[in-house]
Structures are given as structure tokens and as C-alpha cells.
């Protein structure tokens, strides 16, 4: 038997029609028919297109499951999941949650009667406690974002089928080369393609993967129902994306671990967050989980404020600043003001999103250049802060 990357590259086959190796860009609103009801598989493109079907099923190969439905972005993938449930429905979410998401069910899903309930679920106790009759659905990011903390997948699928309620997992985070949390009992799978899985910061998707047949058609129905779906063009460029998945995250992981290790010899740094890193709460429940620790490092300033973040993240010339992660350029971004400025501040910082937050999504240049950057921009806030202490301009 192959290796998974070889089986991935390969289970797209070529196009039968002319041997094009890469799959062609259905770019067709509708498809011709024989008779009415007799066609070729395809009748109008909201409901299926060849394009989007061949990244569907490399979605469902990729994550181990049996269907796949790709989405205009990741929020309209986790659209078309809060949409299996009813009004009176509750969610036990994670808490340290997308931004988005926690958007999307409080201004969106509240006022139809969906309740969530927000817990650390990296503590499993947690979840064990704030349980209902009423939960439909548990939500869990692992990594989240930006605190990385990790959430044990299998114990929490053990709770959720002995509660008789869906297990939803955003693998985002981590991606499929490095976790596959439907062989861990997940039911559903949704990712944001906009990050790893596009990997070149060039496109805005979303996908969502069903471990049962059943459930897959429910999510299609929603993605045909809404009509939330995600285009030939964009779907071509995830399926290109995928190709280099593998090897991109391998060293995305190798540049992060080393980058991680780094930052916490530095005495400008609070506190680091990296499930790679053999101090972090979860370490053993991530190594045990997944093939590797991602590529997203965040950490504090040991001057907690936001203007010290703000000096850091002006100051780098690779890490650009932007919203984002997952792709080949590294970022880094300041949640506080950036992506979590939807989170009313008390809710923020509960979840150890301190106001020197940073987060870096370490990318694929020479780690040497990427550590040399950090340094440089460590170098910057320092002078800052020498020039802001009066007895500094005194001498
Ligand atoms: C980016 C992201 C989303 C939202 O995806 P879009 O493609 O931006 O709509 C959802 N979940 C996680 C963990 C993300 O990082």
C-alpha cells in the first residue's frame, strides 16, 4: 500500500474526457440536457459542479470520511452546520472559539432560539459538567486560536455519543496532514480551505466533512438549499493547494517548533503558547492526537500592554501584518485589536487573550531569517522603552 501522499496525488484521476492532468475548471452555470431529467450527472451548477465535486471528494479522502461539501469561505461551512440544528437547540462550544463563529452564533443564531454555552474543554471535567439534554452539538477548535490550547477529541466523542449529540471538530488549526479527527469519533469535520489547505493566501474557502453517508446529505442539502457554494475557479485553486499539503506542513511545523523554542529564551517574552512545547498543559494529549504541532506560535509581552504589541508587530519586515494564517508568507497579527476584537474584552481575556497577545503564523522562509526578524523587532521595543524612561533621557 502507498504512503498517504502518494495516494492523495494520485486519487484524482485524469480528466476521462481529454487526459488533462489537472482537473479542468467547469467555469458552466448550467449543463445541457437529452430529455428533461436526463443528463450527464450534472443539471445546474448551485446544486454540482465537476470542478467542486473533484475537490469534494479529495475533502472526504483527505479527512477519512465518506462526503465532502465545499463552501464559499469557512463561516459559511459552519453556516451550513448550525443549520442541522433546530430553534431550542444548545451548543456546547469551546471558549478560546473563532472570532467568526462566536460572531455568527451570537448575533446570527441567538435570536433563532440556538443557545451556546462556552467552556475550556481542554479540561474535560468541563465538558462533563456543562452537558444538557438540550445539547445537540459540541464545537471544538484544536489548536484554537490564538491560545493553542488542546482539547482531547476522543474523550470528548465518547461524551458526545453517549449524550446522543454531534461532535463538530474545526480542524483549521491543525489541517488533515496532521490530525484526522473523524477516525476519533468526530462526526463532522469543517475547515476554513482559506488557510492550510489553499496554503498560498490567494483564496477564501470553506469545507465541511461528514464521517456518516446520512449526514453528508444533509449537509448537501444545505449547501444546495443556501446556496453557499464555493466556485469552479477557487475550487481548482484548493485542489492545487492540497497537492503540496504534506510537505508545506512538515515544514511549517519544523520552522514553528524552532521559532517557539526561541521565543522562550527571550526576556522581552511573558508566556509562549505551542503545543510543541513539552510545558504546554495538553503537550501529551497533542502528540497523542495528531502528527505535529502546526504552525501557529502565539506569546505575551513581558510589558503587557497594547501599545508594546503594537511596536512589536510594526517592527518585523518578513511576519507582515495581517489577519490570517496557514499560508506560505509568514504573519503575525495582534488578536486583541484584529481578529477577537468581536469578543467583548472581559470574555477575551478570561480566555488568555492578554492585550500583549501576538500571533504568528510561521511561514516557509529560512527559519534563520524568520528568528533574525524576531530579534530585530525585540531590538525596536526595546529602544522604545529605554526612550519612554525619563531617567533614560536624564543620561
Ligand atoms: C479563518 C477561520 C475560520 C473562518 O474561515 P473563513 O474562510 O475566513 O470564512 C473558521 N475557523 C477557524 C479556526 C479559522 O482560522
Known sequence: MSSIATQLLHSIPADPLTGAISVPIYQTSTFVQEAPGVNKGYDYARSGNPTRAA???????????????????????????????????????????????????????????????????????????????????????????????????????????????????????????????????????????????????????????????????????????????????????????????????????????????YLQTHPAVGKVYYPGLKDHFNHIVAAKQANGFGSVVSFTLKEDTVAAANAFVTSTAYFKLAESLGGVKSLLCHPAQMTHKSIPETIRKVSGVADSLIRLSVGLEDVDDLIDDLKNAFAVIESHANKKRPEAVAV
Not at 439534554?133 to 453517549?162: Q, R, V, Y
Open 55 to 261: 475537490l469534494e471528494t479529495l475533502a472526504a479522502t483527505l479527512e477519512k470520511g465518506t462526503a465532502g461539501a465545499a463552501f464559499a469561505s469557512g463561516l459559511a461551512a459552519i453556516d451550513a452546520v448550525i443549520k442541522l440544528l433546530e430553534s431550542g437547540d444548545e451548543i456546547l462550544a469551546v471558549d478560546d472559539i473563532y472570532g467568526g463563529a462566536f460572531r455568527m452564533f451570537t448575533h446570527v443564531y441567538q435570536k433563532f432560539g440556538i443557545r451556546v454555552r462556552y467552556v475550556d474543554t481542554s479540561i474535560i471535567e468541563n465538558v462533563l459538567n456543562a452537558i444538557t439534554s438540550k445539547t445537540k452539538l459540541i464545537w471544538l477548535e484544536t489548536p484554537t486560536n490564538p491560545t493553542l490550547k488542546i482539547s482531547d477529541i476522543e474523550a470528548i466523542a465518547g461524551i458526545a455519543k453517549s449524550n446522543k449529540c454531534l461532535l463538530c471538530v474545526d480542524n483549521t488549526f491543525a489541517s488533515p496532514a496532521l490530525q484526522h479527527p473523524l477516525t476519533l469519533g468526530a462526526d463532522i469535520v469543517v475547515h476554513s480551505a482559506t488557510k492550510y489547505l489553499g496554503g498560498h493566501s490567494d483564496l477564501i474557502a470553506g469545507l465541511v466533512i461528514t464521517r456518516e453517508k446520512e449526514l453528508g446529505e444533509k449537509i448537501k442539502f444545505i449547501q444546495n438549499a443556501s446556496g453557499a457554494i464555493l466556485s469552479p475557479f477557487d475550487s481548482w485553486l484548493v485542489i492545487r493547494g492540497i497537492e503540496t499539503l504534506h510537505l508545506r506542513v512538515k515544514q511549517h511545523c519544523a520552522n514553528a517548533q524552532a521559532v517557539a523554542e
